[in-house]
């Protein structure tokens, strides 16, 4: 029989805001074994949640926070947390990883993860700690997440917080959560399932120890990683001192940065917006997160105050994908969305395609606004009425997809995947994140496959961006491993220097989980895909659903290193499939999640 | 073995059979990185300590000939091919396509009065007929080393789209292997992170002298050094080292720590000198924190065994957004000034120690500590202080940016 012996606390709580019921129950040891936790657990706590076709907003649906094992150790970068559900915006499946004190703090108050499901009757809070939840009422509705979080700071110090903005109130699809120290779970949604919830804030925390099964493996492990991570350009200087956005000179060199709604690959101020800019402009100070010396974390100071610091995505989806070049500008853009609560990516992107539809004449104004490339007042307006929720603000909150639905004829450049707005690497430059992009389980997504490093970046030997050989295999690796890592409570980042080796070799000292080797955790990361596959199989999702706006298929790209390119898709999905061990419509076969004992652990019901 | 080459061996490993060899062929890879732009600058100060032998390209060996002068000087190792596998995006031009030619042949080399070559063995590269071309250039080498005499030193690594998190180190372990089935004499090897692997590894390459490569080099010279142990533990013949040295503040100086933990067997710990003898103090640096709370973390499990951030000695104010500051014991001693029953003494490293039969739990220490640093153990039912975990404080030794430093006080 499995044993765990350290790193989880071993319990889950479920709250039912209906009932304003709490209960805990123990953490299945076989199911650790077997999906680790984070997103693996989660995925799987989701799955049998749901049947499947109910409404991402109704009560039914399960908001799950879940930490890995190793959240909240010493492992360095053992911050991260997940939160998972259906989302609002896709209506499949959607795990957001965080980092932050708030699943440190969570397992503090001793638990591995928590479920909210129902629906509370008025606004609330939940708070949690070592004796269960309490809901309790919230006077902060309406209030934003910067003003929410300095008044329950008030009243909880210690304590790790999780708010919703304006916008998840309002059950903006593009909504998410924020953390006390301003890390964000931003994609999907999850902050209008909060929001539907009529759960303003959750706060945790306690004195609870975590255990540890071999404080000295652990310690040895622990260290070994730390020193990785300092003899690593990537960890060691690159993040440190200019933060996500320090590759984004070298994207653009390689065409691959999305410059105008992905009209094209290249931008000519994206030396205005390079990480060096940014370090000697409005950057103050470096920010890590819990267990974290990566720190890519950076602190602005914007009109006299302090704020956080934009990172690489949300300065593309600002910046060059709207044309803009002024860092003040992108700054401000991330404030407001933070402060609302929205997405800034999605936020990005459904402007950008606004603008596009300016362009060609798809609409005359919006609110007396044009909306032009690089307007940089107007651009600032409309994130404002996206924020707040005012006139056509009401509109871009919704997201690309049901923005163009509004268009016939905008499809092919409407920017997303299953309707998740897509993220800032171009395809037909990396057909690999094409092909990530395609099948990663929550829509368009640049983490979950990540091939850029080494299309794009030349890490570990680079591959031909251009192209399809290979690239099937190539993004199953990067997905498999992104789900275990996403299962540990580790931060992908850390993974520049260190490998699976690593992370096998903490979480056996931290468990005593009986893993035999680093393959081991491979498979479950394989496991963890062919499970959100199946959630997305029982939403109605098929083989059509895989694959990208029509613009990357058909349109070569007009300039650039990569001019001419279109993503092969189809051909690459074919392999992908084959590969992962599915049919030809996408849909994994028996002996494939038989030799992930799936089949088995999704039979036993709880 | 070729008379020759026996004799050129020992000249690199010498009579311990261990080696430590500075490479300063970045050049031809990478470009004019720093540390190799003035190659004889740097390369006269290297010498100043010591290496056993140096790695350059045909063009630098030619031009810098004279430093290889007389009896004590380090051998020279020739760099036998070209790669523009390391150009990530931080160099001009990143690589797009792996590719791997030999640019002298071993003649070449035995004019330049090489000791040995170093060539590549890429291990995990998408275009298997790449990988086929690899193999034959290092067998072709192989066999033109052993007619010549010439010790053939490959460097195997892990390259390409089919290297995943998972199989690093086997393909680190294959490559290895396949390198001495083409008849290197000695490896220079990727150090896998860890002893445990690295043994592994070390076991692979089958009497084979085994040397480590570095890489981009560490924060501190005691990432660095560390590593150096760790390859001797597990049973390697040395270290090649090449940016950790030619970009260190003082290279000659570094070729000499790494000299005595090669050849003298000492540790990393002591070659930097970080165990303190006498009194010491902590010193925090609030402006460098990142407010990660690691100190806090490794400081409950050091001294309890579990991992409770509210139970360290040391506590982390998080200031969001405008920063973190750790608050540590800065020894005022004013907890054992009200101290009534005299529980509370000054300990031999200048920490406050607790004689816990005297201690009546009065909470005096915990109430008058300005730092707000002791805790009290509710379960033991008595207060916590700092015990600077005699003399190599876990906080400092964790924080990744120096933000708690060990202060020594005069004795």
Redesign the interface.
């Known amino acids: 029989m499995l044993k765990m012996k350290g790193g989880y606390t071993g319990r889950v709580l479920s709250f039912d805001l209906s009932l304003e019921k709490a209960k805990v129950g123990d953490l299945n040891e076989k199911e650790a074994f077997l999906l680790l936790g984070g997103k693996g657990l989660g995925a799987l706590l989701l799955y049998r949640s749901l049947r499947g076709k109910e409404d991402p907003l109704s009560p039914e649906n399960p908001l799950i926070v879940s930490t890995g094992p190793l959240t ?3 492992a ?1 970068t053992g911050t991260k947390f997940s939160v998972l559900t259906k989302s609002p915006q896709t209506g499949v499946f959607l795990d957001s990883n965080c980092g932050g ?1 708030f699943g ?1 703090q969570l397992k ?1 108050a001793g638990y591995d993860m928590l479920i909210v499901k129902g629906a509370a009757e008025e606004p609330s809070m939940l708070i949690v700690d070592e004796n269960g939840a309490e809901l309790r009422p919230c006077r902060l509705w309406g209030v934003t997440t910067f003003e929410t979080i300095a008044e329950l700071k008030k009243e909880f110090p ?1 304590r790790g917080i999780l708010v919703i903005g304006p916008a998840g109130e309002r059950l903006a699809p593009i909504s998410g959560l924020l953390t ?3 890390r964000s779970a931003g994609r999907g949604g999850s902050g209008a399932v909060m929001g539907s919830k009529r759960l303003k804030a959750i706060v945790a925390g306690g ?6 099964y071999d ?1 000295e493996g ?2 040895r ?1 622990a ?2 990683v ?8 990537v960890t ?1 200087r ?1 993040l440190p001192r200019h933060g996500t956005v320090n ?1 984004i000179e ?2 653009n ?2 065409g691959a940065l999305p410059t105008r709604n992905f009209q094209k690959g290249r931008f000519d101020g994206a030396g205005e917006l390079s990480g060096e800019k940014w370090r000697s402009g409005l950057w103050r ?9 990566i ?1 890519c ?1 950076k ?1 602005a100071v914007l009109n006299g105050s ?3 610091g934009p990172d690489y995505e949300t300065i593309w989806a600002f910046g060059p994908n709207c044309g803009i070049k002024d860092t003040k500008t992108i700054a401000m853009a991330n404030y407001l969305c933070d402060d609302y609560g929205l997405d800034t990516i999605s936020t990005g992107v459904t402007i950008s395609f606004l603008m596009e539809l300016y362009e060609k004449g798809f609409i005359q104004d919006l609110d007396g606004l044009k909306p032009m490339w690089g307007d940089e007042d107007v651009f600032l307006k409309l994130v404002e009425k996206a924020c707040k929720g005012e006139g056509c603000g009401r509109m871009i909150e919704q997201g690309v997809a049901r923005v163009s639905g509004k268009f016939p004829g905008s499809e092919a450049f409407a920017m997303h995947v299953k309707g998740l707005e897509m993220p800032a690497y171009e395809p037909r430059a990396a057909k690999g994140m094409g092909l990530g992009y395609a099948t990663s389980d929550r829509g368009a997504c640049h983490l979950r496959g990540y091939t850029a490093g ?1 299309e ?10 251009y192209t399809i ?2 690239k099937a ?2 993004v199953i ?1 990067r997905q498999d ?1 992104k789900a275990v890592i996403d299962s540990s409570g580790l931060c992908f980042f850390a ?1 520049y220097a ?6 096998h ?1 903490m979480i056996v000292a931290c468990t005593g989980l009986p893993y035999k080797d ?2 081991e ?2 498979r479950i990361g394989e496991r963890i895909y062919n499970l959100t596959r199946l959630f997305n199989i029982r939403e109605g999702l098929t083989r059509k659903d895989d694959t990208l706006p029509s613009r990357f298929l058909k349109e070569p790209m007009p300039e650039g290193p990569g001019k001419g390119q279109v993503v092969e898709l189809e051909q690459m999905l074919s392999e992908y499939y084959r590969l992962r061990g599915w049919n030809e419509k996408g849909e994994p076969k028996k002996e494939t999640l038989d030799s992930l004992g799936l089949n088995e652990l999704l039979k036993t019901n709880e | 073995m070729q008379i020759g080459k026996r004799l050129r061996l020992k000249r690199i490993f010498g009579e311990d059979g261990r080696a430590v060899v500075v490479a300063a062929d970045h050049g031809l890879m990478l470009g004019p990185i720093r540390g190799v732009v003035n190659l004889r600058e740097t390369l006269t100060r290297v010498i100043q300590g010591g290496p056993d032998a140096i790695l350059l390209t045909p063009g630098q060996a030619s031009s810098l000939i004279d430093l290889f002068y007389g009896k004590d000087a380090p051998a020279l190792l020739v760099r036998a091919d070209w790669t523009n596998a390391f150009r990530d995006k931080t160099y001009t031009l990143p690589a797009r396509v792996i590719r791997d030619v030999d640019t002298v042949r071993v003649e070449d080399a035995l004019a330049l009065g090489a000791t040995g070559i170093v060539v590549y063995l890429f291990m995990g590269l998408g275009d298997e007929d790449e990988e086929a071309r690899n193999i034959e250039m290092v067998s072709v080498f192989s066999r033109e080393c052993e007619k010549q005499g010439m010790p053939l030193i490959v460097e195997p690594l892990p390259m390409g789209e089919r290297v995943t998190k998972a199989n690093y180190v086997d393909l680190v372990a294959l490559s290895v292997k396949i390198a001495a089935e083409l008849g290197a004499d000695a490896l220079k090897v990727p150090y896998t992170g860890d002893p445990y692997t690295f043994e592994k590894v070390v076991k692979t390459a089958g009497g084979i002298p085994v040397l480590a490569l570095g890489g981009y080099s560490g924060v501190t010279v005691r990432d660095s050094l560390e590593v150096v142990e760790e390859v001797m533990q597990a049973g390697g013949s040395g270290i090649v080292y090449g940016r950790n040295i030619v970009q260190a503040q003082d290279p000659g100086e570094m070729v000499r720590l790494v000299r005595s933990i090669v050849h003298e067997g000492r540790s990393a710990l002591e070659v930097v000198g970080a165990a303190k003898k006498g009194r010491i103090s902590l010193r925090v640096e609030p402006a460098l924190c990142v407010g990660c709370s690691l100190c806090a973390a490794v400081c409950s499990l050091y001294h309890d065994g579990s991992i409770d951030i509210g139970r360290a000695r040391l506590r982390v104010l998080q200031e969001w957004p405008s920063g973190a500051k750790p608050v540590v014991c800065v020894q005022c001693g004013k907890c054992i000034s009200v101290c009534p029953t005299g529980a509370l003494k000054w300990g031999s490293k200048g920490n406050v120690e607790l004689e816990e039969k005297l201690c009546t739990s009065c909470m005096a220490c915990v109430e008058t500590c300005p730092q707000k640093v002791i805790v009290f153990d509710e379960k033991r039912n008595i207060p916590l202080f700092c015990d600077l975990c005699g003399g190599v404080p876990q906080c400092s030794e964790w924080c990744g940016t120096a933000a708690i430093r060990i202060v020594e006080e005069d004795a």
């Not at chain 1, 794009?456 to 961006?465: F, R, T």
């Not at chain 1, 260190?498 to 992370?503: F, V, Y």
Request: contains cysteine; proline residues 4%.
């Open positions: 909240g150790t010493i360095p004190m440190v503090r210690n006390d120290d301003a004195r609870r120890p975590i255990e540890v404080a652990m310690k492990a260290w070994v730390r020193r990785m991570l300092r003899l690593h350009e060691a690159s590759i070298a994207v060199e390689m100070r470096d920010k890590g997160c819990y267990g974290c010396t720190r974390g602190i302090w704020v956080d080494q794009l970046l030349g890490y570990g030997g680079g591959v031909d961006p050989e290979g295999r190539l690796d491993e993974f260190i490998t699976l080796k690593e992370l070799r680093w393959y955790l491979m």
